[in-house]
């Protein structure tokens, strides 16, 4: 069963960066199709950046450039690295083992903050 928590949120200025995690407590393996997704207050939850086990990556034309979705050695844990960031990027993101927003069952996701 894959358990997955996502930490690493917080408050950045606009243009600061922040690196969000997304660690399977579970006791199977990490799912191979991952995705980071977000959703700001009175928004749909939308698709961030995404990544296949064989390391291929697709991200959102909204953030291309400025993040990078990367996975860890052990394949337990994923990150997205936030560069440049924007208030406009404000939002819970939570990761799922799955790049399709109609996933139902989500964690409890972790807040990034921007400030302009």
């Known amino acids: 069963q894959v358990q997955l928590v996502e930490s690493g949120g917080g408050s950045v200025q606009a243009g600061g960066s922040q690196k969000l995690s997304c660690t399977n407590s579970g006791r199977t393996g990490m799912n191979s199709l991952m995705g980071w997704f977000r959703q700001a207050p009175r928004k749909e939850r939308e698709f961030v950046a995404g990544i296949g086990w064989s390391g291929r990556t697709y991200y959102a034309d909204f953030v291309k450039g400025r993040f990078t979705i990367s996975r860890d050695n052990t394949g337990k844990t994923v990150h997205l690295q936030m560069n440049s960031l924007k208030p406009e990027d404000a939002a819970v993101y939570y990761c799922?083992?799955?790049?399709?927003?109609?996933?139902?069952?989500w964690g409890q996701g972790t807040q990034v903050t921007v400030s302009s």
């Open positions: 799922a083992p799955t790049m399709d927003t109609k996933y139902e069952t």
